[in-house]
């Protein structure tokens, strides 16, 4: 648990009540690539009464080497299982700039997307391909 903050410049330094010092920033947790993943709000792409279908999840987005992607999505406005789409590990050694094609073909009202992976990866853009169908 944090207790104290120190800010030294743009070095930001924490106490913890174990009586640790951590210093913030930097690509790994001691040595071990970072986890990291984000939530989106739930969509429904302004009409909350035709259920759509996700064509398309085009992901933009700069993957360190070493680094992973995975992208999912649920039906349904929270909880629910999270189908995993697409997964993208660099292991080129070089920064892979990607576009990844995600096909998804599960009519909802509402959806959300997870992006989530180890590593160092910049997303740039993510578009939706959406179609609507009738109630």
Same mark, same amino acid.
């Given at each position: 648990?944090? $207790?104290?903050?120190? #800010?030294?410049?743009?070095?930001? @330094? /924490?106490?913890?009540?174990?009586?640790? *010092? #951590?210093?913030?920033? =930097?690509? $790994?947790?001691? +040595?071990?690539?970072?986890?990291?993943?984000?939530?989106?709000?739930?969509?429904?792409? +302004?009409?909350?009464?035709?259920?759509?279908? %996700?064509?398309?999840?085009? /992901?933009?987005?700069?993957?360190?080497?070493?680094?992973? #992607? @995975?992208?999912?999505?649920?039906?349904?406005?929270?909880? =629910?299982?999270?189908? !995993?789409?697409?997964?993208?590990?660099?292991? $080129?050694?070089? /920064?892979?700039?990607?576009?990844?094609?995600?096909?998804?073909?599960?009519?909802?009202?509402? @959806?959300?997307?997870?992006?989530?992976?180890?590593?160092? !990866?910049? %997303?740039?853009? *993510?578009?939706?391909?959406?179609? =609507?169908?009738?109630?």
């Amino acid at each position: 648990m944090a $207790t104290s903050y120190y #800010l030294d410049g743009q070095t930001l @330094y /924490i106490g913890t009540s174990g009586g640790q *010092v #951590l210093q913030m920033g =930097g690509t $790994t947790d001691n +040595g071990a690539a970072i986890n990291w993943s984000i939530e989106t709000k739930p969509f429904s792409e +302004g009409d909350e009464t035709v259920r759509k279908t %996700i064509n398309r999840i085009w /992901i933009i987005g700069d993957i360190e080497p070493g680094s992973s #992607l @995975y992208v999912a999505y649920a039906g349904g406005t929270e909880g =629910g299982a999270w189908n !995993v789409v697409n997964s993208t590990t660099n292991g $080129t050694g070089a /920064i892979q700039s990607i576009r990844i094609p995600v096909i998804v073909n599960a009519p909802q009202t509402w @959806y959300r997307l997870k992006l989530y992976g180890t590593g160092k !990866v910049k %997303i740039h853009r *993510v578009v939706r391909e959406i179609s =609507g169908r009738n109630a």
